[in-house]
């Protein structure tokens, strides 16, 4: 079972920019389908960016144009950089994976998960 441990994680303005990581254990990131996952307080999880093996990429629309997530398959991780921090974005942050068969943004397709680490723009 692939272990994934997040960091990265703080208290930003609005307006300013973080860099989340996932470090990848017991699994390549070369062959996962990768993603990041959020849960603002009072709200569902929610999917907000993936890559698949091969680097293609996809992006909840409220995202879009700020964040991006990217990986080195030769240090097992994958990050997210968010730029133009809102409130909107405080939640806790997770990391997941999956085989890479059917990587869509479907958290319930997901099979391990990190602690998650939390974000909060004031």
């Known amino acids: 079972h692939v272990q994934l441990v997040e960091s990265g994680g703080g208290s930003v303005q609005a307006g300013g920019s973080l860099r989340l990581s996932c470090v990848a254990s017991r699994g390549s990131t070369s062959s996962l389908c990768m993603a990041w996952f959020r849960r603002p307080p009072g709200k569902e999880r929610e999917g907000v960016a993936l890559i698949e093996r091969f680097g293609h990429t996809m992006y909840a629309d409220s995202v879009k144009g700020r964040f991006s997530i990217s990986k080195d398959n030769a240090k097992n991780t994958v990050y997210l950089e968010m730029n133009r921090l809102e409130p909107e974005d405080t939640a806790m942050y997770f990391c997941?994976?999956?085989?890479?068969?059917?990587?869509?943004?479907?958290?319930?397709?997901?099979?391990?998960w990190g602690q998650g680490t939390q974000v909060t723009v004031s």
């Open positions: 997941a994976a999956k085989g890479w068969f059917g990587c869509t943004l479907a958290y319930s397709t997901f099979n391990s």
